[in-house]
């Protein structure tokens, strides 16, 4: 099964999530568990849960179908300790949120070391963040974004991404999402079948596919290896279609959030169409 969504809004609650999936014809979706952009947030309603739940229901959306992403605010290798203290605080508090929506997943960008410690530093303060919060909180997988290496943002590197999973004690519980935007960004080619199947062959080698737990499906407006992360719509950036189709083609996307994050929302409808229309 390919399940293809979009990341979708929770304005006006998180319980309108799967009904804006549901809208665009969409089998998985992405979503915020909060307002992205402010450290707090008033706990969710019980109300806001069991309607959150009934939808999800309704809707056909199983937990492994739905894959929320962390605020950009936090930073789990800060190497600012109020910064950490603050970062780590609110990562636990979204995965319990994950956690009392029945979630499976919780998708984070590792983190930037500013320019004040080195990659290898902030690799291990980001593993121990990761530590602490699946000690704090049971059942919910991190999942771990690649990046593009924008700024001092670490994992752009297939080798940063091991080197967490190997100092992370919850083997079971840490997983990888892959952002075709960021591995493009990264110098990660997959524009023909060819890089594509090297690019995947080389994430098999250094991490291994059974850590793959999602992607992000984006196209991107830079050129490969910029370090820069800008989206853009499926076919009009410099990634192209056929990487898609090689993605939805090949057994790695099977049973797995599959996640538009791209530009022009008006245009999901169509884009998750295109994608499955690549599945047959
Ligand atoms: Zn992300
Ligand atoms: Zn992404």
């Known amino acids: 099964m390919k399940w293809i969504g979009a990341h979708v809004s929770i304005s006006g609650g998180v319980e309108n999530a799967p009904i804006n999936a549901k809208k665009i014809g969409a089998k998985a979706f992405g979503m915020f568990l909060k307002n992205q952009l402010q450290w707090e947030a008033p706990p969710l309603k019980d109300e806001s849960i069991r309607k959150f739940k009934e939808n999800c229901k309704k809707h056909g959306f199983n937990p492994e179908q739905i894959l929320p992403h962390s605020s950009y605010l936090i930073n789990l290798c800060s190497p600012q300790k109020e910064l950490l203290k603050k970062s780590r605080k ?19 960008h590792p983190g930037s070391h500013k320019n004040l410690i080195s990659e290898n530093d902030c690799i291990k303060i980001v593993a121990e963040s990761i530590n602490l919060a699946l000690d704090k909180v049971s059942g919910i997988v991190a999942i771990i974004e690649n990046t593009a290496g924008q700024g001092a943002n670490i994992g752009y590197r297939f080798e940063h991404l091991k080197m967490i999973i190997d100092r992370v004690e919850r083997k079971d519980r840490v997983g990888i999402c892959l952002d075709t935007a960021h591995l ?6 997959i524009k023909s079948y060819d890089s594509f199947t090297r690019t995947i062959k080389e994430f ?77």
Do not use: C, M
């Open 204 to 280: 098999d080698d250094i991490v291994g596919k059974s850590f793959l737990r999602a992607f992000h499906l984006n196209d991107s407006k830079v050129a490969l290896g910029s370090r820069k992360d800008r989206h853009e719509s499926l076919g009009l950036g410099k990634i192209g279609v056929n990487a898609f189709k090689f993605i939805i083609q090949n057994s790695l996307s099977d049973n797995i959030p599959l996640i538009l994050e791209t530009v022009d929302q008006k245009k999901w409808p169509e884009e998750i169409k295109l994608l499955y229309s690549f599945a047959k």
């Open 184 to 189: 493009h960004g990264a110098g990660y080619d």
């Open 90 to 108: 609110a990562f636990i508090n979204e995965l319990r949120r994950a956690k009392v929506l029945g979630l499976k997943y919780l998708n984070f």
